[in-house]
């Protein structure tokens, strides 16, 4: 990733990495997936490389809502 002053992303990398991010909840949310626990340090990059794809670790509180139940 190319950095600005500061260790910021720069605009399109940070759009980058919140498309990855809502793509990755949306293919859960597809499987009937529930995290629970959305927050940035459960996003983990695969590798150092500048096009990296990210996953999602930490499912331990997730839970599976089947179509047409509610989630309490």
């Not at 459960?42 to 809502?65: P, R």
């Amino acid at each position: 990733m190319q950095y600005q002053r500061g260790g910021r992303y720069l605009e399109d990398y940070a759009k980058a990495i919140i498309v990855q991010i809502i793509v990755v909840v949306s293919c859960c949310h597809l499987q009937g997936v529930v995290h629970r626990v959305l927050k940035p340090e459960n996003f983990l990059f695969v590798s150092k490389e500048e096009n990296a794809a990210m996953k999602v670790i930490d499912f331990g509180l997730s839970d599976f809502v089947r179509p047409g139940n509610l989630l309490n």
